[in-house]
C-alpha cells in the first residue's frame, strides 16, 4: 500500500513538474512550431493563423502579443486591433505600462492606437516625457508622428540634432511629420549628408 | 535551399522510404533541382541581353503574373524595377528571391550582371561566398537581404569543439559533454538564423553587403501583422514598409526598404 502511494506520488511530482516546465518553454516550442509551419505552407501561414484565431476569445489574443514568434504577434495584433474590444481596453494599459517585456508592451500599444486614440495618445506622450530611457520611447514617438501630433515635434528636433542622426529614425519621421519646419530641417540635413558624401570622394 | 536534409529519408532502402518525409522530399528535391537547372541557363541568356535592364528571378512558390497568394503581379515587378531607376542608367540589376537565389549564382558562369540583390538566399554562405568570389563580383555590386522571421540557413559556421567532447567523454565528463552538445546545437540553431550576418574575411574585409530587416514599424504603426517573412525582401519594398534594420551590423531605425535599395544601387555608379 506504502509503495503504491509513493509510485502515485512520484507520478503526481513527474506530472506537475512537467506540465510547469512545458509552460515554461511553450512560447520557445510555440516558435519552432511557427517556422515548421511557415517552411511547409509557404503559401500563407499568417493567413491560416488569422481564420484560426478569428474566433479566438479577446483574452487569448492578449496572451500572444508579444509572443516570441513573429507571425503569433503580428496576428494577434492585426486581429486585436480589428475587434476593438473596449471591455478589455484596461487590460491593454496595464501591460503597455507593466515591467512586461518590451516587445508585448509595444504591441499592446499599437492596439491600443487603434482602440482608443485619445488614450493611447495621453500615454505616449507620458512615455516620452519619462525620457529617452524609457524602453517605448522610440515606439511613442513613431506613433505620435504618424498622428502628426505637434507634442511630438521637440522630440524629434532632438534626434535630428544627435550625432546618430541619420541612423537614429529622425530623416523618416520628419519626413513623415511633413511640415514646412520638419522639411527645412530635412533639407538641411540631406544637404549635409550630400556635403559630407563629396568630402569622402 | 536544396532540401537535403531530406536525401537521408529518400535514399534510405528500408520502410522509410515509404513515408510521407521520404515522398515529399523526394518530389521536393527534384522539383527544386530540375528548376534551378532549368532556370539557369535562360536567366544567363537574359543576362547577355544588356537591353534588359531589370531581371526578378523568383522562388520555386511563386511565379510572376501568377494568380496565387505567393505569386508577384508584373505591376508589382515593375514597381520593384522603378527603385533602382533603370530606366536612366545603363546598369543592369538582377533581383533573385529563394530558389532564385541558387539560379542566380548558377548563371554567373555565363553571364555577369552590374547589380545583385540575393533576397533570402538558400544556399549555404560558404558555397554563396565561393561562387560570387569566383564569378569576380565586388561587395558593392551584392547586397543579400534577410528577415527576422525568415527560414533557417545552412550555417556554415558551426561552434563545435569535437575535441574537447572527446576528452570529456574519455574523462568521463558527462555533465560537461552534455553542455558542450548543448551549446553547440544552440550555437547552431542561432547561426543558422544569422549566418549571413558574417559577411567580413578574416582581415575584416565586407565580401558582400548584408541587410537584415529586424522589426516592421510601419506594421508596428498600423497594428498589422509585419512583413518579416521570407519574402519580406520583397513584399517590403512592394508595400513600402519602414524598418528597423541591421546594416551591414549597423543599427538603423525606421528607414524605409526602397531608399536602402536604391542607396545600394546607387553605391556602384
Redesign the interface.
Request: aromatic share 4%.
Given at each position: 500500500m506504502k509503495k503504491m502511494a509513493m509510485r502515485w506520488m512520484l507520478w503526481c511530482i513527474f506530472l506537475v513538474s512537467g506540465g510547469v516546465g512545458f509552460l515554461k518553454v511553450r512560447p520557445q516550442v510555440e516558435h519552432v512550431w511557427a517556422v515548421a509551419m511557415e517552411f511547409v505552407n509557404p503559401f500563407g501561414f499568417d493567413d491560416y493563423l488569422k481564420k484560426k484565431w478569428d474566433s479566438k476569445p479577446t483574452d487569448f489574443l492578449i496572451s500572444k502579443l508579444g509572443h516570441p514568434a513573429i507571425a503569433y504577434d503580428g496576428v494577434s495584433t492585426e486581429l486585436l486591433a480589428r475587434r476593438k474590444d473596449l471591455d478589455r481596453e484596461n487590460e491593454l494599459i496595464g501591460i503597455v505600462q507593466s515591467g512586461a517585456d518590451q516587445k508585448k508592451r509595444s504591441s499592446a500599444l499599437s492596439v491600443l492606437f487603434a482602440w482608443d486614440k485619445d488614450e493611447a495618445t495621453k500615454i505616449a506622450k507620458e512615455i516620452l516625457s519619462a525620457g529617452k530611457k524609457h524602453p517605448l520611447y522610440n515606439r511613442a514617438i513613431s506613433h505620435l508622428v504618424h498622428e502628426k501630433d505637434e507634442f511630438v515635434y521637440p522630440f524629434i528636433l532632438d534626434l535630428a540634432k544627435s550625432p546618430d542622426r541619420f541612423t537614429n529614425g529622425a530623416v523618416s519621421y520628419l519626413r513623415e511629420y511633413g511640415s514646412r519646419q520638419a522639411l527645412l530641417v530635412l533639407e538641411d540635413m540631406l544637404r549635409e549628408q550630400n556635403l559630407s558624401a563629396v568630402h569622402k570622394i | 535551399m536544396d532540401l537535403t536534409w531530406f536525401d537521408f529519408f529518400s535514399s534510405q532502402n528500408n520502410a522509410l522510404t515509404q513515408t510521407d518525409a521520404g515522398f515529399l522530399g523526394l518530389t521536393a528535391n527534384r522539383r527544386w533541382k530540375q528548376e534551378v537547372n532549368d532556370a539557369a541557363p535562360s536567366l544567363a541568356a537574359e543576362i547577355q541581353d544588356k537591353s534588359n535592364k531589370f531581371i526578378f528571378v523568383p522562388g520555386v512558390?511563386s511565379t510572376v503574373g501568377g494568380a496565387?497568394?505567393?505569386d508577384i503581379s508584373y505591376a508589382e515587378v515593375n514597381k520593384i524595377a522603378d527603385v533602382f531607376h533603370v530606366a536612366n542608367t545603363d546598369k543592369q540589376v538582377v533581383f533573385c528571391h529563394s530558389a532564385g537565389t541558387q539560379v542566380c549564382l548558377e548563371s554567373l558562369k555565363d553571364a555577369k550582371a552590374d547589380f545583385y540583390i540575393f533576397a533570402s538566399p538558400r544556399v549555404s554562405r560558404s558555397t554563396f561566398e565561393q561562387m560570387i568570389h569566383d564569378a569576380g563580383l565586388k561587395p558593392e555590386q551584392v547586397l543579400v537581404v534577410t528577415a527576422?522571421?525568415d527560414?533557417?540557413h545552412w550555417p556554415t559556421d558551426v561552434i563545435f569543439d569535437p575535441e574537447k567532447l572527446a576528452m570529456d567523454i574519455a574523462k568521463g565528463n558527462v555533465v560537461n559533454a552534455a553542455e558542450n552538445i548543448a551549446t553547440s546545437l544552440t550555437d547552431t540553431l542561432n547561426s543558422s538564423f544569422y549566418d549571413y550576418g558574417n559577411n567580413t574575411n578574416i582581415a575584416g574585409e565586407l565580401e558582400y553587403n548584408y541587410l537584415f530587416l529586424d522589426s516592421d514599424?510601419t506594421?508596428?504603426?498600423?497594428?498589422?501583422?509585419?512583413l518579416?517573412?521570407?519574402a519580406g525582401g520583397i513584399k517590403g519594398l512592394v508595400e513600402d514598409h519602414?524598418y528597423d534594420v541591421k546594416?551591414n551590423g549597423?543599427?538603423?531605425?525606421?528607414?524605409?526598404l526602397r531608399k536602402l535599395y536604391s542607396d545600394y544601387f546607387k553605391g556602384i555608379f
Open positions: - | 512558390n496565387m497568394a505567393n527576422a522571421d527560414y533557417p514599424v506594421a508596428k504603426d498600423n497594428a498589422t501583422t509585419p518579416l517573412k521570407h519602414e546594416n549597423e543599427t538603423e531605425e525606421r528607414v524605409s
